[in-house]
C-alpha cells in the first residue's frame, strides 16, 4: 500500500463512518445554549406581535361589556313660552318656563340582553385568539423543524468539504511526487468546488430557516444559535383514529360554536327592541305674571304601528342560520387538513424507510466494495469520490424524507395537540 494510502485511508474510513450513520446516531445531548422547541413555542406565544395585537380585542369587548349594562341617560328639557313677539307678548314680562326631567324605560330586557350579547363578543374574541394563537405556533413548528432541517444538511455538507480539501491535497502532492497525473488533480479540484457550492447552499438556507424561525416571536435571526433535537421518523405512524378523536376540540370549530352564541344572543337583542320604551317625565311649570308655578308630568310610548323592528329580527335569524351552517364547513376544512396531512405523514413515513432500510445499505455496500478496491490499487481515487458522493446523496434524500414527515406531523398537531407532544417526542430522540 502506498504511503498515501497508508496515511489518508483512517481519515477515508472516518467519512464513511459518518457519512453512513443513521441521522438518530449523530443527534448529541442538548447543550445549555441550544434552542429548543418548547422554548420556541412559549417565545412565540408570548412575543409574537400578531398575538400581542389580538390580546387587545379582548380588552376592547370587556369595555364594551361595561358600557351594555349601561342604563339610558335622563333627559333634562327647558321650555321657553311667550316671549320676543307682538303686542301683549313683547320683552320677557309674559315668559312661561318649564323645567322638566324625563328618563327611557327600557322594556324586553334590552340591557341584559346587550350585556348578554357583548358577553357572547368577549367569548369570540377569546377563542379567535386562540384560533390565532393555533395558527401562530404551527408556524412556529414547522420554522423549528426547517431549521433543525437545515442545521443537519450543514453538518453533512461538511465532511464531504474537509474530506474533498484533504483529498485534493494529497493528489496534488502525488502528482508533484510523479506518481498521479495531472488531470486526477484536476477531478479533485472539481471535487471540492462542488462541495463547497454545496455547503455554501447548506449555510444559506440555514440562515434563511434562523430568519423564519426567529420571526415566530419577533426576534431577530441572531437569536438563534444552534437547535436541540434531531430529525428521526420512528418506525410506526402514530395512530390516526386517536389524533382524529382530537380534532373535535380545534379552537376553530370552538370559535364557530362561540360565533353561534353570539349570533343567537344577537337575535334575542333584536327581538327585545321590538318592544317599545316609556319615557317618563315630570317638572315644574313657572307662570307669567307672578311667581305661581305647577307640576307637570307626561308619558311617552311609541305606537308600533309600521316599524316593529321585523326586518333586523330577520337579519338575525339569517345570519344565525348561516353561523350555524358554517360548523359543517370548518368540520370539512378541518378535515380535509387533517386527510392532508396524514396522507403526506404516510408518505414520508413510507419514503423514509424504504431509503433508509434498502437504498442506504445498498448504497454503503458499494462504497464498501470501492474502498477496497481503490485500496487494492484496482481502481483510482475518483471512483472513490463518486461513490462517496452517491452516499451524501442518500442520506441527504433520507434527510428530506424525514423533514417531510416531521412538517407533516407539525399539521397534524396543530389540528389535534396544541402542546405539540408529537413533534416534541420526534426532535428530542437521543
Not at 65 to 85: H, K, S, W
Not at 273 to 290: K, N, P
Request: a neutral charge; one cysteine or more; proline letters at 4%.
Amino acid at each position: 500500500m502506498s504511503s498515501f494510502l497508508r496515511f489518508r485511508w483512517p481519515r477515508l474510513l472516518r467519512a464513511a463512518a459518518f457519512l453512513s450513520a443513521p441521522a438518530c446516531a449523530l443527534a448529541q445531548e442538548p447543550g445549555p445554549s441550544e434552542l429548543s422547541l418548547a422554548e420556541v413555542l412559549r417565545r412565540a406565544a408570548e412575543r409574537n406581535p400578531a398575538l400581542l395585537a389580538r390580546a387587545y380585542d379582548e380588552r376592547a369587548a370587556e369595555a364594551r361589556i361595561e358600557q351594555a349594562g349601561l342604563r339610558p341617560n335622563p333627559t333634562l328639557e327647558v321650555t321657553l313660552e311667550n316671549f320676543a313677539g307682538t303686542g301683549e307678548v313683547q320683552g320677557v314680562g309674559r315668559l312661561e318656563a318649564t323645567v322638566q326631567a324625563s328618563q327611557t324605560i327600557e322594556r324586553g330586557g334590552k340591557r341584559d340582553k346587550r350585556v348578554a350579547l357583548a358577553g357572547r363578543e368577549r367569548d369570540a374574541a377569546a377563542k379567535a385568539f386562540a384560533a390565532r394563537r393555533t395558527d401562530i405556533l404551527a408556524a412556529a413548528a414547522t420554522a423549528y423543524v426547517q431549521t433543525l432541517a437545515a442545521q443537519q444538511r450543514l453538518a453533512l455538507a461538511e465532511e464531504p468539504l474537509r474530506l474533498a480539501r484533504e483529498t485534493l491535497t494529497a493528489v496534488e502532492g502525488r502528482v508533484q511526487a510523479g506518481a498521479a497525473w495531472s488531470a486526477e488533480a484536476a477531478r479533485a479540484r472539481a471535487a471540492l468546488a462542488t462541495a463547497e457550492a454545496e455547503f455554501a447552499r447548506a449555510e444559506a438556507a440555514l440562515n434563511a430557516a434562523r430568519a423564519v424561525l426567529a420571526a415566530s416571536w419577533g426576534g431577530t435571526p441572531e437569536e438563534v444559535t444552534s437547535l436541540a433535537g434531531v430529525l428521526c421518523v420512528p418506525d410506526a405512524l402514530p395512530t390516526r383514529e386517536a389524533a382524529m378523536a382530537r380534532l373535535a376540540a380545534h379552537p376553530r370549530l370552538e370559535l364557530q360554536q362561540t360565533v353561534i352564541e353570539g349570533y343567537r344572543a344577537a337575535l334575542e337583542l333584536e327581538q327585545a327592541q321590538a318592544a317599545q320604551d316609556i319615557s317618563v317625565g315630570g317638572g315644574v311649570r313657572f307662570l307669567r305674571e307672578g311667581s305661581d308655578a305647577a307640576l307637570v308630568a307626561g308619558v311617552s310610548i311609541p305606537i308600533p304601528v309600521r316599524n316593529r323592528n321585523q326586518g333586523n329580527i330577520r337579519a338575525a335569524r339569517e345570519s344565525l342560520a348561516g353561523a350555524e351552517q358554517g360548523v359543517r364547513a370548518v368540520e370539512v376544512e378541518l378535515s380535509a387538513e387533517f386527510t392532508a396531512a396524514w396522507h403526506d405523514l404516510s408518505a414520508a413515513h413510507k419514503a423514509a424507510q424504504a431509503l433508509s432500510r434498502q437504498a442506504l445499505p445498498a448504497t454503503e455496500e458499494a462504497y464498501r466494495a470501492v474502498r477496497g478496491a481503490y485500496e487494492q490499487g484496482l481502481l483510482p481515487l475518483i471512483d472513490v469520490l463518486d461513490a462517496q458522493r452517491a452516499l451524501v446523496a442518500v442520506r441527504r434524500e433520507i434527510l428530506d424524507t424525514e423533514t417531510d414527515y416531521a412538517v407533516a406531523l407539525a399539521r397534524l398537531d396543530a389540528l389535534t395537540d396544541p402542546t405539540y407532544g408529537a413533534v416534541s417526542t420526534l426532535v428530542s430522540q437521543p
